[in-house]
């Protein structure tokens, strides 16, 4: 790729569904990982499927071989699919759910997957810049929901020089529905723009 994006922004390529390359200095995210194409079934659990209604913009096999982690929000065949979970490196970190955790580094062999809970935050540093994760709350479909699908999480990303003030805040959703806990995060995070 090329120069790293200038000091207090970044550069987000949107590939797909929740599928984001998030470029900020010399720091490299991928959220969501779906690299299914057009037409393709990802299974979501208890016998549901989705299908894949456009190409994503790029192939696992283009990402930056420097990935410095995964950010992902549940386990679920749209937001991690089978194309992802054969093409993506075993060694490379992946913040997500402590039930998403579980499941890749048993059933996967993601070995470096790290299991946040609600307001947990995960610290990842290169060079003079650092990003701070913190899960976020997150509700995955209306009330009662949740018992046919994944645990989910937000993630705020905070950008920065290591020991500094973060310069950059990004709030990624996942599959996150509007309900009362998100108000908790306004008030955590008051410096975030609340339309």
């Known amino acids: 790729m090329p120069d790293h994006p200038p000091d207090g922004f970044a550069e987000i390529l949107f590939i797909g569904n ?21 037409g393709s079934f990802a299974y979501l659990g208890n016998g549901l499927f989705s299908r ?45 759910t402590p039930h998403a955790s579980r499941r890749l580094q048993g059933l996967h062999g993601f070995t470096r997957a790290v299991g946040l ?10 060079d003079t810049t650092q990003v701070r994760v913190t899960a976020l709350p997150g509700r995955h479909g209306p009330r009662g929901a949740q018992v046919f699908l994944p645990p989910v999480m937000g993630s705020l990303l905070e950008f920065g020089a290591v020991g ?32």
């Open 18 to 38: 929740a599928t984001l390359l998030i470029r900020y200095g010399p720091l490299t995210l991928l959220t969501d990982p779906n690299f299914l194409h057009r």
């Open 52 to 96: 894949r209604l456009t190409e994503p913009a790029v192939g696992v096999g283009d990402l930056p071989s420097d990935l410095d982690a995964v950010v992902l929000s549940h386990l679920h065949g749209d937001h991690w699919d089978r194309v992802a979970r054969r093409g993506l490196d075993r060694g490379v970190p992946i913040i997500t």
């Open 117 to 126: 809970r609600t307001w947990q935050s995960e610290l990842l540093t290169r």
């Open 164 to 195: 500094a003030a973060p310069a950059l805040r990004v709030y990624v959703t996942g599959d996150t529905t509007v309900f009362p806990g998100i108000a908790e995060i306004a008030r955590r995070f008051p410096a975030l723009h609340w339309p």
